[in-house]
């Protein structure tokens, strides 16, 4: 038998609500008579049946001496019926004394039939918060977008070309905006102005974000930053599609940071790396940073914070450059909680058209929807949308993966049961 449909009731009729009613009334008087009567208009309630009017009914039959009795208690047994506590002792106190008791205990101690759908295994979110990003204000975004070039179709070519692009964009000076707005800053950059590190990763940051890839300006710091001067730089950190990580890119050096196996790098990551001394190396489209620079920037990778939060392992100084306050959100142990897989996907549980379907949830910021590949094809779900399991018998599998305007991002798997 194919599982479902399915119901889920939030309204009663009119005369299903007093059918019940009266129901209630009958058992909770314990008047057997009026209870058997009645059998007849209880087994109009279809949900209620099996699991409660038919065992009273049973009980009912047997207290008037009805032989029927047995006949409805297996009638009921067959159907599923495994709740004899429901009658609070009344169905021991009718049957108990009978020969046939012995049988009827054991159908009832007997397995459950089984579900007509059983989820085996399904993907959840990970537990990470969704990412707080560095945004420009939605309405500014497209007079952003006219002055950067075209994304490409790929994610990470994107990235890169956009802090290719920013970099190139003016010579570094020390001076600074008192506004976070990129478009404005690039309209002063056309003036003839020019500005820093913060700058930098403030149009690269705010670039990403408006097409589309999940950026977050970073506050980098180099040990005893406490004290001195140039003890900080600002780069951008972007979520990249495809290659499901977070990655470092740094808009004025025109670079990001790579491990040995040339596999790009996230700030955590990075800290991690120099901290053990193992090897990492700043590159720009495909050529790699002088020694030199590289062990300069290397070294602001002792302290790390992103636009959501930051962390510490041991003590935390928050004092930058003997005057500055390090202001954050979150301070964390731990920066994994800041550092959420936006292709993760979660699934939540909903009836369409009296079928069990599943909606898929994702943290991704810029998600417009989920792939769906099963047993018979391929599918596409908008954000919001549901997708109805299969009702063939058998085990069946799915993935879900999360799509955005670069493609679908790692799939994750969904097993479930039908009967």
Known sequence: MAAGPYKTETTTADWLNELRTRGDDLTRARDWAGIHAYRGELRRDVVFWTHMWGPWCAVAAHRIGDPGAYALLDEVIDGGFRQP????????????????????????????????????????????PPP????????????????IPAPATDAWETATGLAEWVGRRWAHANGHLDV??????????????????????????????????????LDLRQPDHHVGLSRGHMATEAWI??????????????????????????????????????????????????????????SHFAAVATTGGTWAAGAFV?????????????????????????????????????????????????????RIETDTGTGTLPVGGAWVLATD??????????????????PHELTYRAR
């Open 318 to 370: 928050p004092v930058h450059q003997e005057r500055g306050l390090v202001c954050t959100p979150r301070l964390e142990r731990d920066p994994a909680v800041l550092y959420p897989d936006l292709s993760g996907v979660g699934i939540g549980l909903d009836l369409v058209d009296g079928w069990a379907a599943i909606r898929p949830v994702t943290n991704h910021p810029f998600a417009d929807g989920f």
């Open 85 to 128: 506590e429901v009658l609070f002792g009344e169905l021991e106190a009718a049957f108990g004394g009978d020969p046939d008791w012995p049988r009827l205990r054991e159908r009832l101690a007997a397995p459950a039939p089984p579900p007509s759908l059983e989820l085996l295994t399904w993907p959840v979110l990970p537990t990470a």
């Open 180 to 217: 976070d707005d990129a478009v404005t800053c690039l309209e002063r950059v056309d003036a003839g102005e020019r500005f820093a590190c913060v700058e930098y990763a403030l149009v690269l940051t705010q670039a990403l974000n408006a097409v589309g890839i999940p950026a977050r300006r």
């Open 393 to 410: 018998p058998g085990e069946h599998r799915a993935t879900v993966a999360v799509r955005t305007r670069y493609g679908s991002l790692t």
């Open 241 to 298: 599609d495809g290659l499901d990580r977070w990655i470092v890119l740094d808009g004025q050096n025109r670079c990001h940071w790579v491990d040995s196996d040339g596999t790009p790098q996230g700030a955590a990551q990075l800290q991690a790396a120099v901290r053990a001394g193992l090897p990492v190396r700043a590159v720009r489209r495909g050529a790699a940073l002088s020694a030199e620079e590289t062990d300069v920037w290397r």
């Open 132 to 147: 707080a990003l560095f945004r420009l204000p939605p309405e500014r975004e497209p007079a952003l977008r006219a002055r």
